[in-house]
Antibody, heavy 123, light 107 residues
């Protein structure tokens, strides 16, 4: 069974840092692109970041560029999101999601998604 | 960034009804559109990709159509388990973007 399990969320003060992890199982992690998508309480979905299967290509949403860093460890079947200089507007459930798309393309849809981890930025 | 506008933002329908949700892109995206279903407290679930391709395991009452800027998700006969929020997502280019969502409620 394909499974993604996020961890690392919690309460952090504005300006603080947090590192999210996503453990993948049930598929060849090193062959797939991965993404982080977030959802603020009661709001819609917002794509945050993308990383290619090798880690050589990375994209960020403008809202997090310069503050968040996506990375992966294919040997550990794990995806990460280092979040620095956190703001109240970063409060959200953060999902990791496997990217699925056309061969050779860097854009993708998402399937499956993890269950999410809640990040709350508040003093 | 490509903006996706979903309509309506919410609707009330009865079991057995035919439901149509619209997603309009601010510029042409060919068929690079996916649809997701999200239930309260749960992660989104992929329903449709490539505008009209049904994801494996998704009931055939769900269908998608459209290309360019105008897309629709149709539920041919609404079932009790279909009451949820539905999102479209474009994957034509970065930043990847989502529509604002359509909440389907019980009438």
């Amino acid at each position: 069974e394909v499974q993604l399990v996020e961890s690392g969320g919690g309460l952090v003060q504005p300006g603080g840092s947090l590192r999210l992890s996503c453990a993948a199982s049930g598929f060849t992690f090193s062959s797939y692109e991965m993404n982080w998508v977030r959802q603020a309480p009661g709001k819609g979905l917002e794509w945050v970041s993308y990383i290619s299967s090798s880690g050589s290509t990375i994209y960020y949403a403008d809202s997090v560029k310069g503050r968040f860093t996506i990375s992966r460890d294919n040997a550990k079947n794990s995806l990460y999101l280092q979040m620095n200089s956190l703001r109240a507007e970063d409060t959200a459930v953060y999902y990791c999601a496997r990217g699925v798309g056309y061969v050779g393309a860097t854009t993708s849809w998402f399937d499956p998604w993890g269950q999410g981890t809640l990040v709350t930025v508040s003093s | 960034a490509i903006q996706l506008t979903q309509s309506p933002s919410s609707l009330s329908a009865s079991v057995g009804d035919r439901v149509t949700i619209t997603c309009r892109a601010s510029q042409g995206i060919s068929s690079a559109l996916a649809w997701y279903q999200q239930k309260p407290g749960k992660a989104p679930k992929l329903l449709i990709y490539d505008a009209s391709s049904l994801e494996s395991g998704v009931p055939s009452r769900f269908s998608g159509s459209g290309s360019g800027t105008d897309f629709t998700l149709t539920i041919s006969s609404l079932q009790p388990e279909d009451f949820a929020t539905y999102y479209c997502q474009q994957f034509n280019n970065y930043p990847l973007t989502f529509g604002g969502g359509t909440k389907v409620e019980i009438k």
